[in-house]
């Protein structure tokens, strides 16, 4: 069933349709391990999928990080050499780096993206009625098409990430030497002096989550794509503000986790 | 090249990168937190452990030798600090080590310093022994003790200020004792007079300290009188003696005022010659008589020397005189 089908609401237009694209991606995430865990396995597109986010988002992923990382140390010098911290912009720029700023960039970048792509891309063979042909050619369009994809950006997300802190670490060494002339072998044991287990790990986690919900909402919209153009351009619209949001509020529910659990 | 192995290739560096770099943060982190050093445990406990935390780095004499395991309430007051340190470092550890919490820095980390024991027992640290601590300096006391410094400086400052404008300000008593030579002179002389009497006083103090040793020696009266427990015997009879001649002269002094007071009252000879005037001038003329009479007995023993009777007695008399001075001059 879908909204407004018949012009009855349950409470409004707006209301029911929020709660209709919410069980939509409740739907659609339980098809795709229902349908993904079973044979035959398209390890071909995953791997192509693969390809074209990480490969292709990796330039702009890590020049983002690069700058971010530069930016974040630049900006921070100052107020910490007035209450004199300076010492301490390795370890603020690491612990910074890793625990929010690398993840939640690259998931941010990846959501505008790559959720814009899959989500046109699939929305554009809705409207084509390429899937309708996949379905009568006998491939089984949600697994080739959708499950491939949510998986590569499960996969791709947490490897871009560890790029993305890489750089960003790099980016803000190279800050940090603008005004200071510090060591890289120092930079990098002061960076790894002040990072904890607890830091990484959840940062780690979560991005697996940011790339399952990129995938899932751009693979959601797009395949549930109406309207014609109109609509695939709209899905794509939908699905990287509804991405933006959920990457968000991951974040937000992983960093209340840590801190309840001590770790912060 | 197929296109699509090209993109294989490329797919599988990059991804193998990524978990290389993955893989080698890890280990870094690791080797950080002493994750792959062997360690032992040890514990120390304080009363407060505001900014410790797991992971926390703990140094020996400013070198990390290990991180902090947990951190836990053992009762109202006493916090429970358990560290790991490295198997390396144990044999630098002693039993009588004292732990205490300090931050890297003003604004650093919190950590905990390891400083070896004043006894220096020279026994190894065991496994799970509980470290002696000092409780952390309070940075809300500091602050307080720095609000207080503050405060005094302040006023110190202001009479700073007062003493330095007294020196300014012109024909002021200050500035008089900082610009007037002569009286920088004077004080010159004085500190020159001073320190003379300093030399005169040390002789005397030598001296006195000399005078000293002799009495304590025994040597010379004084010593004898503080030393000398014979001498002090007779000194004490001495007393003694004076004190009964004393007691008799009171009592005879009190004889002499009964005396007095009688003579004074009484009508009796005495009382008649001290205060009777009429008596006084009855003697008084009799003394005048007597004088005349004995002037009259002169003249007549004058008269009868030249007698022709008694002229011979006289004589006789004149001779054996003559005769005694001549023996005693003999």
């Keep these: 069933m879908e909204p407004n089908q018949k012009n009855e609401t349950v409470f409004s237009k ?24 079973q044979p035959p396995y ?5 791997w192509n999928q693969c390809y074209e986010i990480g490969i292709k988002s990796f ?3 890590g020049t983002t990080a690069f700058i971010l990382g530069l930016v974040l140390v630049m900006q921070s010098r100052p107020t910490m050499v007035e209450f004199g911290a300076g010492a301490f912009l390795p370890a603020m720029s690491s612990i910074s780096i890793v625990r929010e700023i690398g993840p939640l960039v690259t998931a941010l970048i990846c959501a505008g993206k790559i959720g814009s792509g899959i989500s046109a891309e699939l929305g554009s063979m809705k409207v084509t009625e390429q899937i309708d042909a996949m379905e009568v050619s006998g491939t089984n369009p949600f697994k080739y ?12 997300i947490p490897i871009l990430t560890v790029y993305a802190d890489f750089i960003s670490l790099i980016g803000a060494f190279f800050g940090s030497n603008i005004k200071d002339n510090i060591n890289i072998n120092y930079y990098f044991n002061r960076v790894f002096e002040s990072l904890h287990y607890t830091d990484v790990i959840p940062s780690f986690t979560k991005t697996f989550f940011f790339g399952f919900t990129i995938g899932l909402v751009g693979c959601t919209k797009g395949y549930n794509s109406k309207k014609g153009t109109e609509g695939v351009g709209k899905a794509a619209n939908v699905s990287v503000v509804l991405s933006m949001v959920g990457v968000i509020v991951i974040d937000m529910v992983v960093t209340q986790i840590t801190s309840m659990m001590g770790y912060l | 090249m197929d296109s699509t192995i090209k993109k294989s290739i490329l797919l599988g560096f990059f991804v193998l990168i990524g978990i290389i770099l993955f893989i080698i943060g890890i280990f870094q982190i690791g080797a950080k937190n002493e994750m792959f050093e062997k360690t032992f445990p040890i514990t120390a406990k304080f009363t407060n452990a505001t900014g410790l935390k797991l992971g926390s780095n703990v140094r020996y004499n400013g070198v990390k030798v290990g991180i902090v395991k947990t ?16 198997e390396s470092k ?13 931050s890297d820095g003003l604004m650093g980390d919190k950590l905990i310093s390891i400083i070896p024991g004043k006894n220096n027992t020279g026994q190894q640290i065991q496994n799970f022994d509980l470290l002696q601590t000092h409780n952390p300096l309070n940075t809300e006391e500091v602050l307080q003790t720095l609000s207080e410094s503050n405060e005094n400086i302040k006023v110190i400052t202001e009479n700073l200020k ?3 404008t007294e020196l300014t300000t012109k024909n002021g008593p200050a500035q008089m004792l900082y610009k007037d030579t002569t009286l920088a002179k004077n004080l010159k002389q004085s500190f020159i007079n001073l320190d003379a009497i300093t030399g005169k006083v040390l002789i005397v103090s030598n001296t006195l300290e000399n005078i000293t040793m002799q009495i304590q020696n025994g040597d010379g009266a004084l010593g004898k009188i503080i030393n000398d427990t014979g001498f002090t015997n007779n000194l004490t009879n001495t007393f003694n003696k004076l004190n009964a001649t004393s007691n008799e002269l009171n009592r005879v002094s009190n004889g002499l005022s009964i005396f007095i007071e009688h003579a004074n009252t009484s009508k009796g000879a005495i009382n008649m010659l001290l205060a009777d005037t009429a008596f006084a001038a009855n003697v008084q003329q009799s003394m005048q008589n007597i004088k ?25 008399q004149e001779k054996i005189n003559n005769k005694i001075k001549e023996s005693e001059n003999k």
Excluded: C, P, W
């Excluded at chain 1, 998986?151 to 791709?156: D, E, G, H, P």
């Design chain 1, 14 to 37: 707006v209301i029911d349709e929020f709660f209709y694209g919410i069980a939509e991606l409740v739907q659609f995430s339980f098809k795709v391990f229902k349908i993904g865990i």
């Design chain 1, 42 to 46: 398209e390890f071909r597109e995953v």
């Design chain 1, 59 to 61: 330039i702009l992923v």
């Design chain 1, 145 to 156: 098409l959708v499950a491939t994809r949510i998986i590569a950006t499960t996969l791709m």
């Design chain 2, 71 to 86: 951190v836990k309430l053992i009762n109202d007051t006493l916090v429970q600090v358990d560290m790991q340190i490295e």
């Design chain 2, 90 to 102: 144990r044999s630098f550890i002693h039993k009588d080590a004292i732990a205490t919490i300090s």
């Design chain 2, 162 to 164: 007062m003493v330095s």
């Design chain 2, 292 to 316: 005349k009479a004995s002037i009259g007995l002169n003249q007549n023993m004058e008269a009868l020397k030249h007698n022709f009777l008694t002229r011979s007695y006289f004589r006789k």
